[in-house]
């Protein structure tokens, strides 16, 4: 009964319009790494408009305070992370495409690659020093 609610209540659109949003909203270029996908909004029937194209980013390193894992970025740095990456490179290194994620979060998990060293030197460098129990 909910379905048949739901049903009623979407608008339809042409399979054009279908077909051209699907295809927009698709990685459309990659440039050294760096994938860029080009998103539409569906306006009318017959019209769609494309959006700006966006480059995302997403830290596959180690929790840290202020920069959890799986955090996304679009297009540049903000300020906030900034201020992690001068404190340690490696933080950039661990920001990868979206489309790249799961690739270089399990490369991170296997020792003596690049991306294991990367994670190593963010976690010790961010671990904090504890007191030994008396």
């Known amino acids: 009964m909910a379905n048949e609610r739901i049903k009623n209540q979407v608008e339809s659109v042409s399979p054009e319009v279908v077909g051209e949003t699907i295809e927009s909203a698709l990685p459309t270029q990659s440039n050294g ?3 860029e996908q080009n998103k539409s909004a569906i306006i009318s029937d017959e019209k769609v408009i494309p959006a700006t194209s966006i480059t995302q980013k997403i830290y596959v390193g180690p929790n840290v305070l202020g920069l959890p894992t ?10 906030h992370i900034n201020s992690f990456i001068e404190k340690c490179p490696e933080i950039e290194k661990l920001f990868v495409p979206i489309l790249e994620m799961a690739e270089v979060e399990s490369r991170t998990k296997v020792k003596g690659t690049l991306e294991n060293r990367y994670f ?6 961010y671990s904090v020093p504890r007191k030994e129990a008396n």
């Open 33 to 35: 790494g760096v994938v």
């Open 70 to 79: 799986y955090t996304v970025i679009e297009t540049n740095f903000t300020p």
């Open 120 to 125: 190593n030197t963010i976690r010790e460098f």
